[in-house]
T-cell receptor, first 117, second 116 residues
Framework: AQKVTQAQTEISVVEKEDVTLDCVYE???????LFWYKQPPSGELVFLIR????DEQNEISGRYSWNFQKSTSSFNFTITASQVVDSAVYFC?????WGGGADGLTFGKGTHLIIQP | GAVVSQHPSRVICKSGTSVKIECRSL??????MFWYRQFPKQSLMLMAT?????????EQGVEKDKFLINHASLTLSTLTVTSAHPEDSSFYIC????????????FGPGTRLLVL
């Protein structure tokens, strides 16, 4: 069975600070995908990134960066120079079935990020 | 591209009535669609997997007779909450997996259901 743990329930920082959201996952499969989604108050999920288990390269997209460490089963997300618009709930998710299997995502409990002006 | 819509976006109903929620993939064909439920301040939980032309697969603890799923075409899946009760009030989100890109899911905007 798969599991995603986001230990940080809520994080509050002042604007322009850097912040890292932690994600630890469990799966028995060797092929899997990891995701990060942002959920603003409107409720709609905003896709941020998908990473497959064979690609351990870290990724940077503007102020966002992701650190994937298979050795520790972690997929952490860092926002650099945070802005008030980054305030939202962020979910880490796992899909551990390749293609044809009908497998939904397993979500972590989410981290509520509050950026104070 | 890759847009998923849900209708209605918000619904209020009386206890005991049934509510149908539609999930449509607007610009791609989806052989598989997923239904999630999110209670306030909680995570998304997978309810069921809907495959076009076949019966849905329900997660443990989800009553299939209460949450009827129909996936009649490659662009439409419906979730019907039968005899809704206040405890069914939640945010229901669907996602659709494109036929061509099996590792990707596109999420709809969600439907807020309030049962009085």
């Amino acid at each position: 069975a798969q599991k995603v743990t986001q230990a940080q329930t809520e994080i509050s920082v002042v604007e322009k600070e850097d912040v890292t959201l932690d994600c630890v996952y469990e799966t028995r499969d060797t092929t899997y995908y990891l995701f990060w989604y942002k959920q603003p108050p409107s409720g709609e999920l905003v896709f941020l990134i998908r990473r497959n288990s064979f690609d351990e390269q870290n990724e940077i997209s503007g102020r966002y960066s992701w650190n994937f460490q298979k050795s520790t089963s972690s997929f952490n997300f860092t926002i650099t120079a945070s802005q008030v618009v980054d305030s939202a709930v962020y979910f880490c998710a796992l899909s551990d079935r390749w293609g044809g299997g009908a497998d939904g995502l397993t979500f972590g409990k989410g981290t509520h990020l509050i950026i104070q002006p | 591209g890759a847009v998923v819509s849900q209708h209605p976006s918000r619904v209020i109903c009386k206890s005991g009535t049934s509510v149908k929620i539609e999930c449509r993939s607007l610009d791609f064909q989806a052989t598989t669609m997923f239904w999630y439920r999110q209670f306030p301040k909680q995570s998304l939980m997978l309810m069921a997997t809907s495959n076009e032309g076949s019966k849905a697969t329900y997660e443990q603890g989800v009553e299939k007779d209460k949450f009827l799923i129909n996936h009649a075409s490659l662009t439409l899946s419906t979730l019907t909450v039968t005899s809704a009760h206040p405890e069914d009030s939640s945010f229901y989100i669907c996602s659709a997996r494109p036929r061509q890109y099996q590792e990707t899911q596109y999420f709809g905007p969600g439907t807020r259901l309030l049962v009085l």
